[in-house]
Structures are given as C-alpha cells and as structure tokens.
C-alpha cells in the first residue's frame, strides 16, 4: 500500500490526512457489510432543505453482467484502470424538488454525500476514486434515469493495489506526492482576491 500523507499547513483530522484517490486497486473484494456502511455513511450528509438529492447503482464484481455495465459509461482510458476496482458507484443528483424547482444545490449535496462516503471508506481502509470522464447519456440510457436526476460522477471502491501494476503514466501519478494550492491564495476577507488577514503573520 502506498501511504500518502497530506502536508498540512494547520492540523486536520487523520482520515482527512490520509485520504486520496489511488487507480491502483488489490484483488479484493470489499465486504458487503462495509459496502453498506459506506452508503449509509453517505445516507446521512446534509443537504439543503434535506432534499437528499443523491441516488447510487452499486455494480460489484460478483455480478459481472451489472459491473460490466456500469463500467461501459466510463471513457476508454478510465475503464483501462478502473477494471480491477471491485466495485463502482454511479452516483445521480435529483436536479429537480418534488414541486418541479430547480435545486441548484444538488451537485452540491451530492459531493457531500460522497465525502461523508468517502471518509467512511478511509476510516475502513478502503480507497475511493471519483471520476469525472464517462458518458452520462449512456448512463442515463442503460439505467433508464428520468429526465429529472442527471448522472453526476462514477467512483471506484476498494483496497488499495500495488502501484508498480499500472502503466508508465499512471504509476508515476499514482506515486507523486499529494499537492493543494495554499490558503492564501483561496482565503479572502474584504474582496476578492484579498488576503484574509487570518493568513498573516
């Protein structure tokens, strides 16, 4: 397993710390009762006027025809790492409230859906890696998704792999340290692009 701890400027919660997104998975499947935690964890993320826009296909290798399926929508280069994940998420926002509104928290609220997901897995010693390249419409055809959810991200879950069985390119990122703008240049008090004056010394 590689271990790749955030560099923090101020301290954070460990799983925060080492959580990140490997494409390298172990040949592993995730237990069913961990699987449940991970959705029940994401179950419970707050959501603007607790419309809990999220819906989730869970596909697993145990049931190769579904797996196949989901991991069809992915584009080609994705499906040539996300393969060996034992299981994907395609996670769906409900853009539309019961009275026919435009919710435009949704995307929102289903990203953090997938964190509380996500942190849940960590905390398992499991491994999430959301992408962001498949194809919706074919999504939305295969599942049959009303106009009203639209398809907003596929993860793939499960232990962490050996780096070393990916290719050139991937290894190399799969390897590199875990890199995030600093505070200063996305804290801002009094206008935009100013400073917080909490970031100075």
């Known amino acids: 397993m590689t271990q790749k701890l955030a560099q923090t400027q101020y301290p954070v919660h460990d799983l925060i710390q080492s959580r990140w997104s490997p494409r390298a998975f172990a040949d592993r499947s995730v237990e069913q009762d961990k699987l449940l935690s991970l959705l029940e ?3 419970w993320a707050p959501s603007s006027y607790n419309h809990q826009p999220w819906s989730f296909i869970v596909a697993t290798k145990d ?6 399926r989901l991991l069809s929508t992915l584009v080609e280069f994705n499906q040539g ?3 060996n994940a034992p299981v ?6 409900k853009i539309l409230t019961d009275d026919e509104k435009t919710n435009r928290h949704a995307f929102h609220d289903v990203g953090l859906a997938l964190e509380n997901l996500i942190l849940q897995a960590t905390s398992l010693g499991l491994f999430v890696h959301q ?9 939305r055809e295969i599942y049959q998704i009303p106009e009203n959810y639209e398809p907003a991200t596929v993860v793939t879950v499960g232990y962490p792999g050996d780096p070393q069985s990916l290719p050139d390119g991937l290894r190399d990122r799969e390897l590199a340290p875990r890199v995030r ?3 200063k240049e996305i804290v801002f008090t009094g206008q935009w692009g100013h400073t917080s004056a909490l970031l100075k010394d």
């Open 81 to 83: 790492w996300a393969k």
């Open 63 to 68: 049931d190769s025809t579904e797996y196949n």
């Open 181 to 183: 703008k600093p505070l």
């Open 131 to 139: 992408i962001a390249e498949f194809n919706g419409d074919t999504a």
């Open 88 to 93: 994907l998420i395609l996670a769906v926002a």
């Open 41 to 43: 964890a994401a179950r």
